[in-house]
Every structure is written in structure tokens, then in C-alpha cells.
């Protein structure tokens, strides 16, 4: 009734046998995590750069890219060019966001810097989005 199995399956069940695809550890997936939350929260760095320069965004941002590059083994991120268009209040938004979900992983991954860094970043952002001055172009 039913056609026989031709080809060996691609899932190995049985026990003792070795897998023929790499398997990471959970230290090295949240490595990539980390990663990726504070890469995606330089990017919004350098928006922000753009549109209200300031030596803390500057210094957030260098902050930022050696922590991305330590947990790449080495390899820098790139970096956004800033443009001149957008909203501040809502870039600050995404960075606090971003900021949080990085702490959340930086502090399941008990690395003291990140965690640090992550929150620092949430209490500038959070400050920014509170001071309409602030986000605002004009004085």
C-alpha cells in the first residue's frame, strides 16, 4: 500500500550517533543575540548622530561598536551613514527598546559590560524621549 523508504532519513534518532550539522551552545547563541540587539541599536546611534549630533552619541557609539566587534571575535560592525531625515523622539524609542532587549541578554549572558553599557544607553534614551527641548531643532 504504502511506497518503501528509498533514501536514508536526514534526522539520525538513534542514540549514539554523531550529527552531521553543527550545533552551537547557548553561550554562543545569545554571543549572537547580544550581537545583533547592539548592532541594531548602533545603527539607530548613528541616525540619531545625524540628526542631533553630540559627543554622547559619538561616545556611544565607539562604546557600542567595541562591544559588537568583542562578541565577533574581532570583527567590526558597520556602521550607518546618518541621514538627515527622521524622527528623533521616534529613534529614541527604538534605541530604548533595543537598549532593553540587549540588557535582557547581556544579563542571561552575565556579561557585566554589555549589561552596562545596554543600561546606560536605556537611561540616556529614556531621558531624551522625556525632554521635548531635547529632541526638539528648534532652540
Given at each position: 500500500?504504502?511506497?518503501?523508504?528509498?533514501?536514508?532519513?536526514?534526522?539520525?534518532?538513534?542514540?549514539g550517533?554523531?550529527?552531521d550539522f553543527?550545533?552551537r551552545?547557548?553561550?554562543?547563541?545569545?554571543?549572537i543575540?547580544?550581537?545583533?540587539?547592539?548592532?541594531?541599536?548602533?545603527?539607530?546611534?548613528?541616525?540619531l548622530r545625524?540628526?542631533?549630533?553630540s559627543?554622547?552619541?559619538e561616545?556611544?557609539?565607539e562604546?557600542?561598536?567595541?562591544?559588537?566587534?568583542?562578541?565577533?571575535?574581532?570583527?567590526?560592525?558597520?556602521?550607518?551613514?546618518?541621514?538627515?531625515?527622521?524622527?528623533p523622539a521616534?529613534?529614541?524609542r527604538?534605541?530604548?527598546?533595543?537598549?532593553?532587549?540587549?540588557l535582557?541578554?547581556?544579563a542571561?549572558?552575565?556579561?557585566?559590560?554589555?549589561?552596562?553599557?545596554?543600561?546606560?544607553?536605556?537611561?540616556?534614551?529614556?531621558r531624551?524621549?522625556s525632554?521635548?527641548?531635547?529632541?526638539?531643532s528648534?532652540?
Amino acid at each position: 500500500m504504502y511506497e518503501p523508504i528509498r533514501t536514508k532519513s536526514v534526522h539520525r534518532t538513534m542514540a549514539g550517533t554523531a550529527s552531521d550539522f553543527p550545533h552551537r551552545s547557548r553561550e554562543e547563541e545569545l554571543d549572537i543575540q547580544l550581537a545583533g540587539h547592539l548592532a541594531a541599536l548602533l545603527a539607530v546611534t548613528d541616525e540619531l548622530r545625524g540628526l542631533t549630533p553630540s559627543a554622547d552619541l559619538e561616545t556611544a557609539g565607539e562604546r557600542l561598536a567595541e562591544q559588537v566587534a568583542r562578541l565577533r571575535g574581532g570583527r567590526p560592525p558597520l556602521r550607518a551613514t546618518p541621514s538627515a531625515a527622521g524622527d528623533p523622539a521616534a529613534l529614541h524609542r527604538r534605541a530604548h527598546a533595543l537598549a532593553g532587549r540587549a540588557l535582557v541578554v547581556a544579563a542571561s549572558r552575565a556579561d557585566t559590560a554589555a549589561a552596562i553599557l545596554a543600561a546606560e544607553r536605556m537611561d540616556a534614551h529614556a531621558r531624551a524621549g522625556s525632554d521635548p527641548k531635547e529632541l526638539s531643532s528648534t532652540p
